[in-house]
């Protein structure tokens, strides 16, 4: 285990979550299909989809730009010198975490694979519990009351839970 002042994690568990997740649902897929609606309800899907995936992609990009602005690692298994609290962080602590799942979900709804929705929501789950709660003790004990004030008006994804 780390000294989770140093860093949060040992492994950098959320890219490894979120493609975990995607290609279970991909065997998934290719083993027990299961119903896609067709016709024009499939390409208001896929449309939705496409939206999803380009938000996702967006807000990945402007969070890497963030992290490069302020000179502080991406990795989340390294340790953070700046806490970030503006750009995509002023409406989410976890901007890529939302991100990665809007991507997964919009891949889902674009190519209509159904097993690519609930993989989104098991990718953020499982971030939640083996990442974002060791990250934000990490940024605590960095941070302090900066991170306190921060953690107090900014929700952990993009809402209230």
């Known amino acids: 285990m780390p000294d989770l002042k140093q860093r949060p994690n040992t492994i950098p568990w959320p890219p490894i979550l979120f493609v975990g997740a995607a290609l279970i649902a991909l065997g998934l897929q290719a083993i027990l299909p299961l119903p896609w609606p067709g016709g024009a309800v499939a390409?208001?899907?896929?449309?939705?989809?496409l939206f999803f995936g380009a938000a996702g992609i967006a807000l990945d990009l402007a969070t890497l730009l963030a992290f490069r602005h302020h000179q502080t690692?991406?990795?989340p298994n390294r340790g953070a010198t700046r806490l970030i609290t503006g750009g995509p962080f002023r409406y989410s602590r976890n901007p890529v975490y939302v991100g990665n799942t809007l991507l997964v979900a919009g891949a889902g709804l674009a190519f209509g694979v159904a097993?690519?929705?609930?993989?989104?929501?098991?990718?953020?789950?499982?971030?939640?519990?083996?990442?974002?709660?060791?990250?934000?003790?990490?940024?605590?004990?960095?941070?302090?009351q900066e991170w306190s004030d921060y953690a107090a008006r900014t929700p952990r994804w993009l809402f209230r839970v």
């Not at 390409?43 to 989809?49: H, R, Y």
């Not at 939640?128 to 960095?142: G, N, P």
């Open 73 to 75: 690692t991406v990795m």
């Open 115 to 144: 097993w690519l929705l609930p993989a989104a929501l098991v990718g953020a789950f499982a971030t939640a519990r083996l990442a974002i709660a060791r990250e934000e003790e990490h940024l605590a004990l960095r941070f302090g």
């Open 43 to 49: 390409a208001s899907l896929a449309m939705a989809g």
